[in-house]
């Protein structure tokens, strides 16, 4: 008896330990996220919003409500569209120079049953805000400048949802992501927010899986009418051999998904890196007057965040267009890091033209089931 009862504290011993040690990877690596070069001027920025989220209850959030509605008036509104009527699902995001992307971007989404986007075109120069305004159900925004004031746009998300989407739900996902669940070709998204409420929830958890073709990102080009998942099909597993790919570490509350597919690929081309990178993101919310989009691997308040992920973003970025947004964002100037790390990967592919994510592990998306039976997003129960 006492050596089983030894045995069952040693494994509380150590069971605290590993617990104590998820953690501090969590808050290291959160803070590694935000920590550009010493002498850049957004770190210090930047730095102190994010790693407040360490707080307990988050003390300055009435204050990042305060700025973000503040954060509206560096917004043109281009085209007004006027109040999102009742029972409809507001789309809302940040682009820059998006061309290629959006529509398809817009296809997937209207087939959800999206009626209404209200998007903010950030300083774009590729015929972006042009293509928008011909679309009739995109409500838009003009902004040149003040994307790292706004924390990467999030203050713009946050005011723009509390101004359109209160007491409402609200999708919030960028240009390169495509949200996907099980039964979606039977159930838009009106359902997906019934679902949740029956559940007793006020958002949706996704797994962010970053997409991409079996050929060279230099040679991935997206034709006129081609979809995103056409030509970027394959994601990575959990793990293959002996690499791991993702991996979920359990924290207070809920557990969370990292990634160490980039790394492999590319690995630490900046300082400020960490090797494991946050691929979640909650995408779907119901917005009230506490409700605030600071970091959205970990939106406010904490105690909404589900454990249960019911849905995942396919992210369409490494296209053959990478090299030109990399460094187009680089230019302005205005991310955590002051464009170093996309100037960084921008460099990675021109200097090796035929630079793939494909290998021999790579697993081929055929519908949300692919996903559930890799472990990536959970089985819906639509009765």
């Not at 102190?48 to 509605?69: A, C, F, I, M, N």
């Not at 503040?70 to 009527?85: I, N, Y």
């Not at 992307?101 to 300083?123: M, Q």
Request: proline share 5%.
């Amino acid at each position: 008896m006492l050596k089983k009862t030894w045995k069952l504290v040693h494994e509380l011993q150590s069971f605290r330990r590993r617990r104590q040690q998820q953690v501090q990877r969590s808050r290291v690596g959160l803070l590694q996220q935000v920590n550009p070069p010493v002498n850049s001027p957004k770190r210090a920025y930047t730095e102190k919003w994010v790693s407040s989220l360490l707080s307990p209850g988050w003390p300055r959030h009435r204050e990042y409500l305060e700025l973000s509605d503040a954060s509206l008036r560096d917004l043109s509104e281009v085209r007004s569209l006027g109040v999102v009527p009742n029972g409809e699902v507001p789309l809302i995001t940040v682009v820059h120079n998006e061309m290629s992307r959006l529509p398809d971007f817009l296809r997937h989404y209207r087939e959800l049953g999206v009626r209404r986007f209200i998007i903010v075109d950030h300083s774009s120069d590729d015929g972006t805000s042009e293509f928008l305004l011909h679309q009739p159900d995109v409500h838009l925004f003009r902004a040149e400048s003040g994307y790292y004031k706004a924390l990467s746009g999030q203050m713009w998300i946050t005011g723009l949802a509390r101004r359109f989407a209160m007491g409402r739900w609200a999708l919030h996902v960028d240009a390169d992501e495509h949200l996907v669940y099980e039964g979606m070709e039977s159930h838009g998204i009106a359902e997906l927010c019934q679902m949740l409420e029956k559940r007793g929830e006020t958002r949706l958890y996704a797994a962010m899986l970053d997409m991409y073709s079996s050929i060279p990102i230099s040679e991935a080009r997206l034709a006129p009418g081609t979809k995103l998942i056409d030509l970027a099909p394959y994601f990575d597993p959990f793990a293959h051999e002996d690499f791991t790919f993702y991996e979920r570490i359990t924290l207070p509350g809920r557990a969370r998904l990292l990634g160490y597919n980039r790394t492999r690929a590319f690995g630490n081309l900046t300082v400020a890196e960490s090797s494991a990178w946050p691929m979640e993101k909650f995408p779907l919310s119901r917005w009230h007057d506490r409700t605030a989009y600071c970091w959205v691997h970990c939106p406010f308040p904490f105690d909404e965040n589900p454990s249960h992920q019911f849905g995942a973003l396919l992210h369409f970025r490494f296209l053959g267009n990478f090299v030109e947004f990399n460094r187009s964002v680089a230019e302005l100037g205005e991310v955590w890091d002051g464009g170093l790390s996309y100037r960084k990967y921008a460099d990675k592919v021109v200097q090796q033209p035929l630079f793939s994510l494909y290998h021999a592990g790579s697993q081929h998306y055929h519908g949300a089931r692919t996903l559930i039976s890799e472990g990536f997003m959970e089985p819906i129960d639509w009765s």
